[in-house]
């Protein structure tokens, strides 16, 4: 990452300030005046509202700030990139060729708008002539942009590797359509080992390198892209048309376990219910580009999650449990399931942690 | 099978007639064989060959050595070593294998021309039917003008000539080409003035669909392209004009240059060419109708997209717009805000559902927009503005109605905000008080546009420092999902929602219920869904919030999900 040594400490500490009690009028004058005093608008993009908004995101896993906090915060944010953006001109030179078009988009289900903007936003400052489409793109919205715009390059962000089967479905709608996919955000994996699955054509870790490569060498014009042979068996679709049932069942069951999470007021609860409803769509997603590492990624996640919320990582195990019974039958979706469990055990969140509050009359433990 | 006749010596050729006497039987015998025969004796001269031995390689005799200068692959393999070749010798394709047989080493050669040929013209034709399928999916992909333009210069180098250029016809005084000038080079792009078609007639007739068979160049006919003008195609090669049939006129012409004896065109002929030509023109007349159709829509929605929220000292504003996926960024929720126009400060707003989604249903809320815009000049009592639009609505006779809150919010001083509305048939806003207790502002009033003599309704609330007022479409409260994905968002989770965000500034506040919603929806279809927060700004007048909107151009605003472009 570039620029992180461009803002100095106390700088950030202010601006940290300024996000905890959601002044945007004042954070975005602290990053409007570093833009006067001659500090590079990637750095300030990159080095300071980024790297504020990561450790922003830490505060709420650790229930420091609440999710009202998070989110005012968090809208500051994308205020003052906004005003950065607008106040920062592009570097590129007058009278060189036309910029290439760049159309950039947050997967379906993706709500993590800020990195993508930020991305966008830098590599409008190198010189690329970005249109940003926002969360939540869905492939017909995307394809209309395609035919109406005839991008060069189709950038993608994904921050949540659950949403990589939707990633996928846009990584071919825009290659299906002449252009490249740059493919950008923590959900591709690590690497982005993701992203080369799913086909897109290029991954960066970070704005700036995107940027480098693009000025490098522009990716060929795509060709189709083998499809995805492991999901023939077929397992994907039948984890899909599920959901709804192994969510029932698992709130069922995380319920059953832990009673005081369907009290009226209880603290967390909503939280907690709707992180635990993430693990059907995160065995689904393992399956979908079989790789059993996307569940452990959501389990790592949980591991912390959770328990900031009262609530023990036993649960994790047995949830696993609790889905592969409805799920039996499904070979590969079987070896993910006992890949997250030996991941938990080694991790020491199995089943029998002295941590678990379940009561005696609890279920399976 | 191939047929052998061709391949024999005349019955009386050759240098062993079969008929000379004291030939034996075994001689006569390997005559009647398809293979030359070629035996060479451990001293490498030949000892002996049979009547089609001397159609392969005529200069051959029995004692000679088989030198490349008479036997060519033959003695080139006899050199070498070699036990097989496989190669053209004097028109012929000749495959060769050597067996041994005692001191001896045994020749035979089989004479394969037809078959290479058959060979070499079934590669070319896959080739051909590549080139074609490749040229259709990638013409298909995409139906932007610019890109399909692109696509054709591309497919054309180097698969049909060295260099291409493409000249699309005139439109608006200016000619677009787009060009290729050599295999691997970039595709350059820019324009001419029409007028220059006057002095490159080769273009001109190509264009104006006069010339249907490909033309050729000759050097010099393009130089009034000036810097567009492709590469010369130099000594020995070629230079043609393709017209690009369309949906009547041309869609364009191609200029294709060949270098004399450039790489291997056998997938090239006039028929591929034809074709090509055929599916490029038909493609671009497409993208074109297609530009002229978007830009229309894009023009007439950005008439009927929420403006932006304005600046008001006094006032911090939100929103949120998801209009209904399927319907490409039309919708009939609305919402306004403008500055109070009678010097009090503050500002006037306004937040609606024309009933339906779609195109139609956002066509009459810009209806009523329009009109609630122009009865704001005249009358500042809101309950005659409801009836006159009521009337309005009935008499227009769409068979359509809305439901709408309007009102005005005022600073009062101390950070207070004082906000009266006005509606009819519309779910009532949220007051999210300091506490964090949210009451519903029951406004009352019926459907606008439904009934002649509706009756509206009116409330007003003050709202103290950091207190907030919610107005929604029922597009929120309805969202169908949740774990079932059946049960609606309802009103009682909006106001759980809503409590958790005491403290926040309304733009975050608008972003955070949309969230809620969205995530409700878990990606099931919606109704359009409008969210407008206000409430008092703190001390700082600067601190306004602004557009929550991204601009057309898409580089700023907060990127609210869903609103295209």
Redesign the interface.
């Known amino acids: 990452m570039t620029g992180v040594s461009a803002v100095a400490s106390e700088v950030r500490a202010a601006f940290d300030d300024r996000l905890a009690h ?4 004042g954070a975005t004058a602290l990053a409007l005046g570093l833009l006067r005093s001659g500090v590079a608008a990637e750095d300030i993009l990159l080095g300071l509202i980024a790297s504020a908004q990561a450790a922003v995101g830490a505060r709420w896993v650790t229930t420091e700030w ?3 906090q998070e ?2 915060a ?3 944010s ?2 003052v990139v ?1 005003a950065v ?2 106040a920062a001109t592009a570097s590129r030179p007058r009278g060189s060729a036309p910029a290439r078009r760049v159309l950039f988009a ?1 997967v ?2 993706e ?1 993590h ?1 800020l990195p993508a ?1 930020i991305a ?1 936003e830098v590599l ?1 400052l190198r010189g690329f002539d ?9 492939a ?2 995307l394809l ?7 991008p060069d390059l189709v950038g993608l962000s994904c921050m949540i590797p659950s949403r990589l089967p939707a990633a996928h479905h846009l990584v071919e709608c825009g290659r ?3 252009a490249p996919v740059l493919a950008g955000g923590s959900g591709f994996g690590p690497g982005g080992v993701w992203a080369h699955k799913l086909g897109a054509d290029l991954y960066a870790p970070d704005p700036a390198a995107a940027a480098d490569m693009l000025a490098l060498r522009w990716p060929r ?1 795509p060709e ?1 892209a083998a499809p995805l042979e492991h999901l023939a068996d077929e397992e994907y679709f039948r984890i899909v048309r599920q959901r ?1 049932e192994l ?2 069942r698992l ?1 069922a069951h995380v319920l059953e376990r832990y009673p005081w999470l369907s009290e009226p007021g209880a603290r967390h609860a909503e939280a907690v219910m ?1 992180d635990l ?1 993430r693990l059907p769509d995160a065995v689904a997603a393992a399956n979908y580009v079989d790789d059993p590492w996307v569940l452990t990624d959501y389990l790592s996640f949980a591991a912390q999650f959770l328990p900031a919320r009262g609530v023990p990582t036993a649960v994790l195990g047995s949830a696993l449990a609790t889905l592969s019974e409805p799920l039996r039958g499904l070979p590969r979706t079987a070896a993910y399931l006992e890949a997250g469990r030996c991941w938990l055990t080694a991790e020491g969140h199995g089943p029998h942690t002295p941590d678990d509050q379940a009561g005696p009359a609890a279920g399976p433990g | 099978m191939t047929d052998a006749r061709a391949r024999r010596p005349a019955p009386h050729g050759g240098g062993q007639a079969r008929d000379r006497p004291g030939r034996k039987l075994p001689d006569a015998l390997l005559d009647l064989v398809d293979q030359a025969v070629v035996v060479c004796d451990a001293s490498g001269v030949v000892s002996w060959c049979n009547g089609p031995a001397a159609v392969c390689f005529p200069g051959l005799r029995p004692g000679m050595t088989p030198d490349p200068e008479v036997a060519g692959p033959l003695g080139q393999a006899v050199a070498a070593s070699a036990a097989r070749f496989d190669v053209e010798f004097l028109g012929r394709w000749l495959t060769g294998r050597r067996s041994t047989v005692r001191d001896c080493s045994v020749w035979l050669v089989s004479d394969d021309t037809e078959m290479h040929g058959c060979a070499v013209e079934l590669r070319a034709e896959r080739r051909r039917v590549a080139f074609l399928s490749e040229a259709g999916r990638r013409l298909g992909a995409s139906l932007h003008h610019g890109r399909t333009a692109r696509s054709v210069v591309e497919l054309a180098v180097p698969a049909l000539a060295d260099a291409a250029l493409l000249v699309l016809s005139p439109r608006g005084g200016h000619v677009d080409w787009h060009r290729c000038a050599a295999p691997g080079a970039a595709v350059e792009a820019g324009a001419l003035p029409a007028a220059t078609l006057e002095r490159v007639p080769r273009l001109a007739k190509a264009l104006s669909g006069l010339s249907p068979r490909p033309a050729p160049c000759r050097p010099g006919d393009l130089a009034a392209l000036g810097g567009a003008a492709p590469p010369a195609a130099g000594p020995g090669g070629e230079c043609f004009v393709t017209a690009l049939p369309g949906g009547g006129a041309p869609a364009g012409a191609l200029v294709l240059v060949r270098a004399s004896g450039a790489g291997d065109r056998s997938a090239a002929d006039s028929a591929v060419v034809r074709e090509f030509a055929f599916r490029a023109g038909l493609a671009l007349s497409t993208a074109g109708l297609y530009a002229q159709q978007a830009h229309t829509a894009a023009v007439l929605q950005s008439g009927l997209d929420p403006a932006p929220l304005p600046e008001v000292p006094g006032v911090r504003l939100g929103a949120a717009y998801r209009p209904a996926p399927e319907a490409l960024g039309f919708g009939g929720d609305f919402y306004q805000v403008e500055p109070a126009r009678d010097g009090g400060g503050g500002v006037r707003f306004t937040l609606g559902d024309v009933c339906g989604k779609g195109v139609e249903a956002a066509v009459l809320s810009g209806h009523v927009r329009q009109s609630l815009r122009t009865l704001a000049l005249v009358e500042s009592r809101p309950l005659r503005v409801l009836d006159v639009l009521n009337r309005s609505l009935l008499e227009a006779d769409s068979g359509r109605f809305a439901s709408l809150v309007m009102g005005a919010a005022r600073p009062a001083g101390r950070g207070a905000l004082d906000v009266v509305l006005a509606g009819g048939g519309h779910p009532p806003p949220l007051v999210l008080r300091r506490d964090g207790a949210v009451e519903a502002v029951d406004v009352g009033g019926m459907l606008v546009g439904a009934l002649p003599g509706a009756e509206f309704g009116q409330a007003a609330v003050r709202l103290a420092r950091d207190e907030l007022i919610l107005l929604y479409s029922d597009g929120v409260t309805e969202a169908r999902g949740g774990p079932t994905g059946a049960e609606e968002y309802g009103a009682e989770r909006l106001a759980h929602d809503l409590a958790g965000c005491a403290g926040m500034p309304a733009g975050a506040v608008a972003e955070r219920i949309e969230l809620r919603v969205a995530e409700w929806l878990a990606g099931r279809a919606h109704d359009d869904i409008a969210v407008l927060a206000l409430q008092s700004s703190p001390s700082s007048p600067a601190s306004s919030s602004s557009p929550a909107l991204p601009s057309r151009s898409g580089s700023s605003g907060t990127g609210t999900p869903g609103v295209p472009r």
């Open positions: 959601a002044d945007e009028a609440s999710v009202a989110h005012a968090t809208h500051v994308e205020r906004a953006a607008a947050c379906e289900g709500r708008t903007r966008a409008r970005v249109t940003f489409l926002g969360a939540n793109v869905l017909p919205h209309s942009h395609l035919h109406l715009q005839g299906r359509a002449g014009p189709e709804a969510l029932r709130r709707e409803n």
